[in-house]
């Protein structure tokens, strides 16, 4: 390649980059209740409603999409914190509540394909379902919520857990696919963070005023 058709392919990367670089930031700013790190990504922040006091942490992903002609959404409460890389799916309704803590890669969907037919071609089937997570839950790193899940007040998840049934309030559930470990309740133990300040503090806000 010569050095010519070279910086034009250079330019236009560049160029492709800053697209994507502000798109995402527009998507930021439509929700300015949201304290983020650096690389999070929002889409469809107009189906996406939040309380105060809300951090996402570096990499998070929300996205409440579209299926099966279906618009999703995401309903996050106060005091809600996202951790690094978790990333949440809202086709099919996705509810938290408030002063809920969400650990690093942790998976919540409200939308699941189906088996595929070897014997059949044509597009996934999906299906959705509502997830709803109460207040004062705790789900740690690793975890992976499915969709039709309900997860009660001052319930907690073990890291690497997949809940595919619901948990009652106050229990604490791990394994694959996780059960009850405990029926202790925990309601009113959890902190209430300030996220704000937390990631003032540690040099991770993204200031979008």
Not at 40 to 50: F, V
Not at 167 to 177: C, F, K, L, S
């Amino acid at each position: 390649m010569n050095p010519l058709a070279r910086a034009v392919t250079d330019v236009r990367a560049l160029l492709r980059l800053l697209q994507t670089e502000l798109g995402d930031a527009r998507q930021r700013a439509a929700l300015p209740g949201i304290t983020y790190a650096s690389h999070t990504i929002i889409r469809g922040a107009d189906r996406i409603r939040t309380g105060r006091n809300v951090f996402l942490d570096h990499g998070a992903y929300l996205n409440p999409s579209t299926v099966n002609d279906r618009r999703g959404f995401i309903e996050i409460g106060d005091d809600v914190e996202i951790g690094p890389y978790s990333v949440l799916w809202g086709g099919g309704g996705l509810t938290i509540g408030n002063n809920v803590h969400l650990g690093a890669h942790v998976h919540i969907t409200t939308q699941q394909g189906r088996p595929v037919d070897s014997t059949k071609r044509g597009p996934l089937i999906v299906d959705v379902a509502p997830v709803v997570i109460g207040n004062d839950v705790l789900i740690y790193s690793g975890a992976i919520i499915v969709p039709g899940v309900r997860i009660g007040d001052g319930a907690s998840v073990a890291a690497g857990a997949v809940v595919v049934r619901d948990v009652p309030a106050g229990a604490r559930v791990g394994g694959v696919p996780a059960r009850v470990l405990s029926a202790e309740r925990r309601r009113e133990i959890l902190p209430r963070f300030d996220h704000v300040k937390m990631a003032v503090e540690s040099g991770h806000r993204e200031d979008l005023s």
